[in-house]
């Protein structure tokens, strides 16, 4: 399993932190997914910490030990959503409960 | 430009049968792991299960006996296929691709999502 907090509040142009922790998570990859209301998710970070085309820079990744981290810098209005993390191979994918950010 | 899109019923009964399908336009079907993920209202999502191109499955272990997961190649089309169902199964079903980058799987391109309702 792994274990999000429920929900992150920050203001514009701070530093949002999401984590995401489970039994020996930094042994595996980490993704994470961004998921807005009404749209499908979009994938924002993989394999711990690369960013796909098109993602901006302000979102970054780090995974170790227990813990997967997505870090937003300089959050936006428009960072407002849902993220979850994700880990696990073929047939073993599982995902994080969500987080809830909110940039006010 | 990688799209999938989904279709299916969207309002079932309870016992009944879902059955939703995806196809994928823009890109070889061939080397991806073809999968569908549920979002049930105010919950997470849920990895339901995928398929290879060359038509091995895999599946949630929780619902495994319920669920079933085909491929048609010569159309670039995937299908999902749970049964008896209930109202927990009311969810926004969406499907993926799967790449696999190293020992993980993520999904890059997903479908608009299809909203299925079960209720008597």
């Known amino acids: 399993d792994l274990t999000q907090p429920p929900s992150l509040s920050v203001s514009p142009g701070q530093t949002a932190t999401i984590t995401c922790s489970g039994d020996k998570l930094g042994d595996r990859f980490a993704s994470w997914y961004q998921l807005k209301p009404g749209q499908s998710p979009v994938l924002v970070i993989y394999q711990d910490n690369q960013r796909p085309s098109g993602i901006p820079e302000r979102f970054s990744g780090s995974n170790s030990g227990n813990t997967a981290t997505l870090t937003i810098s300089g959050s936006q209005a428009m960072d407002e959503a849902d993220y979850y993390c994700q880990a696990g191979d073929v047939g073993t994918v599982v995902f994080g409960g969500g987080t809830k950010l909110t940039v006010l | 430009q990688v799209q999938l899109q989904q279709w299916g019923a969207g309002l079932l009964k309870p016992s009944e049968t879902l059955s939703l399908t995806c196809a994928v336009y823009g890109e070889s079907f061939n080397g991806y792991y073809w999968t569908w993920i549920r979002q049930s209202p105010g919950k997470g999502l849920e990895w339901i299960g995928e398929?290879?191109?060359?038509?091995?499955?895999y599946y949630n272990p929780s619902l495994k006996s319920r669920v079933s997961i085909s491929v048609d190649t010569s159309k670039n089309q995937f299908s999902l296929r749970l049964d008896s169902l209930t109202a927990a199964d009311t969810s926004v079903y969406y499907c993926a691709r799967g790449r696999h980058r190293g020992a993980t799987l993520n999904f890059d391109y997903w479908g608009p999502g299809t909203l299925v309702t079960v209720s008597s």
């Open positions: 398929i290879s191109h060359t038509g091995i499955t």
